[in-house]
């Protein structure tokens, strides 16, 4: 049960644990009792699940029958959207909810999962993660504590991002608050993984296919399709209206092919009603296929033709970063990431 009293101490605890630590007032019978409460609340968040404040989240809107999404922020992750900024989706079966992505941290998680609960009585039994970032991860031990047995991650995801643990924490912690972050844990050591793809049996002849479908925005990503409800998971390999970021490791060829990869896979399983498939991607609402597409690999394919011109011309990199992006300027992050795109594929250019 979720407690005010004990609400009221966890903060009480953390004000307290930001002005000297416990261990050099473990002398003093106040807070040596403190800190033996503290733990035992942690304990019960490891029973039962975050315990605190509901957070302010996106509200899930329905994007089709039985199909629930919360739409995270577009720019960055910080203080004033908690850290999510990508998506969390439900899709409710007979059998139970699969929710795709477990969230940047608890009370995140929590908050999507109190939403959840206002709209079905049926338990969360499968969650599925994209890749090895901390937004799709870093509220996975809120799912695992509630008693979810099953957390499916790409294998080379969950290893790399059991690695990073610490420092992912350590970034989340520094970009959206301590309080927030400090309840995840690293739960990957209790992932169910697969290597290439996974078929979940969700009941009622219902499977959700797990697949990885490449590199390109991350070294792995791993998608869903949902045959039954025609429905597509990108992961970060579909944007919708934010600028698509390439980072170190990124490759745009990769992308397009892992994209392309996808599409080929759900043509197959969909046939003549894949322009009908809602797909959700990493970032920004749901839509068509050919809306993702456009927004995503359309804009790798219009930078890379300029870039291209640039190179044949005998441009240089700085020539290369000042390519007309214009028709991106009102997307969202796009000052932040418009130059860096442009220098990733001239680089990859030129080494072909």
């Not at 009480?12 to 609340?41: H, I, N, R, W």
């Not at 920004?284 to 190179?311: N, R, S």
């Not at 990733?344 to 250019?349: A, E, N, P, R």
């Amino acid at each position: 049960m979720k407690n005010n009293k004990i609400k009221i101490l966890i903060s009480t605890l953390a004000l307290f644990t930001g002005q000297q630590s416990l261990a050099a007032a473990s002398d003093d019978p106040y807070t040596a009792g403190l800190k033996t409460y503290f733990e035992e609340v942690s304990q019960l968040e490891k029973q039962q699940g975050y315990i605190g404040k509901t957070l302010p989240i996106p509200k899930l809107q329905q994007i089709a029958p039985d199909v629930y999404m919360s739409v995270g922020s577009q720019i960055w992750g910080n203080r004033s959207n908690f850290g999510f900024n990508n998506n969390m989706t439900a899709v409710i079966f007979p059998d139970g909810v699969f929710v795709y992505n477990a969230g940047p941290n608890e009370p995140v998680a929590y908050s999507f999962h109190q939403q959840l609960k206002r709209i079905t009585d049926k338990p969360v039994k499968w969650v599925a993660i994209e890749n090895y970032q901390g937004h799709a991860n870093m509220g996975a031990s809120y799912w695992h504590d509630i008693g979810v047995k099953h957390i499916y991650s790409q294998e080379e995801a969950a290893a790399d991002f059991n690695k990073r643990f610490d420092r992912h924490k350590a970034r989340y912690m520094a970009a959206s608050g301590a309080e927030i972050n400090r309840h995840s844990q690293n739960v990957a050591k209790h992932y169910t993984t697969f290597k290439d793809s996974m078929e979940i049996d969700v009941g009622g002849g219902e499977k959700v296919i797990l697949v990885n479908f490449g590199g390109g925005h991350t070294e792995t990503m791993a998608g869903a399709i949902i045959p039954s409800k025609k429905l597509i998971f990108t992961g970060d390999l579909g944007f919708n209206q934010r600028v698509p970021g390439l980072f170190a490791g990124g490759n745009y060829l990769e992308w397009i092919a892992s994209f392309n990869k996808m599409t080929d896979m759900a043509r197959s399983l969909f046939k003549d009603q894949l322009d009908t498939a809602v797909v959700v991607p990493g970032h920004g609402t749901a839509a068509d296929l050919a809306t993702i597409h456009k927004q995503t690999i359309g804009y790798f394919e219009d930078v890379a033709a300029k870039i291209k011109k640039v190179i044949d011309q005998g441009g240089d990199l700085q020539q290369a970063k000042k390519v007309d992006q214009s028709a991106y300027r009102d997307r969202p992050v796009f000052d932040q990431l418009a130059e860096s795109n442009a220098e990733h594929i001239y680089k990859q250019m030129i080494k072909q």
